[in-house]
């Protein structure tokens, strides 16, 4: 038996040092395994068909010539899947969409809508079948037209209210000095993260086993366990590692049809999605037409604030794009109004992503205050500051830190604003045009309730259990951070083990809350075992273990506004001949809470504000009027910002500790987005003379 003396010497400080990932060897050498290559005896493989028509119904699924196909095992479809309980609310407070719950009737709501699944020996044999599958349909007339004159957009209550309101707009903006009144567009965007959705489902001794690419494997087991009328405890979902998220790794049609194939056939079965399957089965961002009106006085404080917002969803499912939500955090004025509104559409249903709402709404808000910064004649920065609330302009609440001045006051020196000339167009090197922008970014920093155990081996490690998602952002290295100084050991005493629902009930990897609310639950176990160990007292062989859940805990956060900031900069160069920006160099600088590891952290934040650059200049998904799906849905036809595009990123951070939060985590994940696009928009005006509220800002456009 092997015996460990506990209470050994408290090391601390490893939060806020710079540690590479913890599985970073795994990963490189092709010892870490994703999804969809994780072997299983016995597996079968289904491939998805989907529709080709935009809207109607299904008349028939020709399955008898399939059938006789090589390798053929089945064809799912609605005439015979197994039957979805699909009438709950789940986890996090949204019904489920029926773009994943598969197979359940004959209705075609939009173009690449799960129609079948062709199940078969080889990947190679399912999709030949997929293919060769005739479907006919009865054709509906569709509808894929958003614009902001729609009678139908109404306001949506999503996970904010759809309309906030306080004072008269119109007095306000009558009583103006200065006012901008200006309609913004951003096109329909798509996740296009690298590892493509991927499940495998088995039954293994009475329990539902799903190995699945996802941002939270308890919340993908919760929506497993109530579709197919389960036992909680009959589902495990397991997801180690994972290529990209950004919102779109929830449950999907993939995992449900597998569940479905798995059932049916008694053996393994994987559903991969090709990449063009991703840009109708996984969600997209929604186009945004916004129009933003402000009013202020000559001394650039705003009177009238009016952010109003138009996405699309899915006739099947409500999603809400909030990007008014920006305004209700950002800016007061004595008016001020809000609301987000939705039209629904054929399309396939949008989703989270990255800085949902923020993300298209800081294009919007911060490219209207620049131009409000013009009609004033106040530098940019200068008239941010001024509008600097005391409260949460929605609502009324403190901030919990608000430290977007000292962003820009750290980021306006790094950069070198002072003493930037504000006149547009006045800056030629050769055939370029130059400029400069920037714009402010925020995005809310909640916690999620999770549960987490700690455990004081006998040989004197520790092991965390916790169904963390790691989907590329370093959580799983900051989590060893954090429980390392928790229990007051060296990193290399812990070990993390994530992505695994059977650990018990956690928050997901998204809406930036993923590191805080796993952190939380792992240092109060932590904090817990660690009072527990009696110096000098020995470690039975299971060990020593203690389970924390923070759910009461979080009610500390309802107090005040909370949110991470951060001000954008960047420098870009216009071709007059061919149109083409050029984004020069980037800078944020972010009050983002405590940083955890400032390796991975400064990744997460030079990643979102690259997407910024992609957002601004590349990123448009664009639909076929006549047949209602994408043109070019793959990246070839859908162009992201590849390295060329991108220059010198730098991303620094301020000091801002949550003084709520036991380690001072607020979160990272979104806010580096946010405001990107918004700088680069503005940096072209400065360079141009012309305003850009399309995006994205290509050469046709500039020229
Ligand atoms: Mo993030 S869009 O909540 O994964």
């Not at 053996?267 to 009106?293: D, E, H, N």
């Not at 005006?685 to 500039?702: C, E, M, S, Y």
């Amino acid at each position: 038996m092997t015996t460990a003396t506990t209470g050994v010497t408290p090391i601390t400080g490893a939060v806020g040092t710079a540690h590479t990932r913890v599985e970073g060897r795994a990963k490189v050498t092709g010892a870490a395994r994703y999804a969809g290559e994780i072997p299983f005896a016995e597996l079968a493989h289904g491939w998805l068909a989907l529709s080709t028509v935009a809207r109607g119904r299904i008349l028939s699924v020709e399955t008898g010539p399939v059938l006789a196909m090589p390798g053929v095992l089945a064809v799912l479809h609605h005439g015979n899947a197994p039957r979805l309980d699909t009438d709950y609310i789940g986890m996090l407070g949204v019904p489920p969409d029926p773009t994943a719950a598969v197979f359940q009737n004959d209705r075609v709501p939009h173009a690449g809508w799960p129609v079948a699944l062709v199940v078969a020996e080889t990947p190679e044999q399912a999709r030949e079948a997929a293919e060769a599958l005739v479907v006919t349909y009865e054709r509906e007339p569709h509808d894929i037209e958003l614009t902001a004159g729609r009678p139908d957009a109404h306001p949506v209550d999503g996970h904010m209210p759809g309309m906030t309101e306080k004072g008269d707009i119109e007095a306000e903006l009558a009583a103006s000095a200065h006012v901008v009144d200006e309609e913004y567009t951003t096109p329909e965007e798509h996740h296009a993260m690298m590892e493509p959705h991927a499940a495998t489902a088995l039954w293994d001794g009475g329990r539902l086993e799903v190995v699945d690419s996802n941002q939270g494997t308890t919340w993908v087991a919760d929506e497993l366990t109530r579709m197919f009328s389960l036992d909680p405890s009959a589902v495990r979902v397991r997801s180690e590692h994972i290529g990209g998220g950004f919102g779109s790794k929830g449950v999907r049609a993939h995992q449900v049809s597998a569940v479905m194939a798995a059932t049916v056939l008694q053996r393994p079965v994987r559903v991969v999605l090709t990449r063009r399957q991703m840009f109708s089965l996984t969600g997209y961002r929604s186009p945004t037409t916004q129009r933003v009106r402000l009013g202020a006085g000559t001394d650039g404080r705003l009177r009238a604030l009016d952010h109003r917002s138009v996405n699309q969803t899915s006739t099947v499912w409500e999603f809400v794009e909030p990007s008014a939500g920006v305004a209700r955090v950002m800016y007061d004025a004595d008016a001020h109004r809000t609301s987000n509104e939705v039209v629904r559409l054929d399309v396939p249903s949008p989703t989270w992503m990255r800085g949902p709402g923020e993300a298209p709404g800081s294009f919007a808000l911060e490219a209207a205050l620049d131009e409000l910064a013009e009609r004033c004649g106040i530098d940019p920065i200068e008239l941010r500051l001024r509008n600097e609330p005391e409260r949460g302009p929605v609502s009324g609440l403190p901030f919990a830190g608000r430290n977007l001045a000292a962003c820009f006051r750290e980021g306006a020196r790094r950069f070198g604003w002072a003493g930037r000339d504000p006149r547009p167009g006045t800056r030629r090197e050769g055939r370029w045009l130059l400029g400069t922008g920037t714009a402010a970014a925020s995005f809310p920093a909640g916690a999620l309730p999770s549960t987490a155990s700690v455990t004081a081996e006998a040989d004197g490690t520790h092991t965390v259990r916790i169904a963390a998602a790691d989907i590329g952002t370093g959580a799983r290295t900051a989590l060893t951070l954090v429980a390392a100084d928790a229990l007051g050991v060296a990193t290399d005493r812990v070990r993390v083990r994530i992505g695994d629902s059977d650990f018990g009930p956690a928050g997901i990897a998204g809406g930036s809350m993923g590191t805080r609310s796993w952190a939380w639950a792992i240092t109060a176990a932590a904090r817990e075992l660690r009072d527990r160990l009696v110096p000098g007292g020995t470690i039975p062989p299971e060990g020593i273990t203690v389970r924390s859940d923070t759910t009461a805990a979080l009610g500390a956060l309802a107090q005040k506004e909370r949110h991470s900031f951060g001000a954008q900069f960047a420098e870009v160069a216009v071709d007059v001949t061919t149109g083409e920006v050029r984004v020069r160099r980037m800078l944020g600088i972010f009050a983002a809470g405590r940083i955890v590891n400032p390796l991975t952290a400064r990744g997460q934040l030079v990643g979102g504000m690259t997407w910024g650059i992609s957002m601004a200049l590349h990123e448009e998904a664009v639909r076929d009027r006549a047949f209602g799906s994408l043109y070019g849905p793959d990246l070839a036809g859908y162009h992201v910002a590849g390295h060329a595009d991108v220059p010198e990123v730098e991303a620094d951070w301020v000091d801002d500790p949550d003084p709520e939060d036991p380690v001072g985590i607020k979160g990272i994940g979104e806010v580096g987005i946010v405001g990107a696009a918004a700088a680069v928009a503005n940096a072209v005006w400065h360079a141009t003379g012309v305003r850009h509220r399309n995006l994205p800002i290509r050469p046709d456009r500039v020229l």
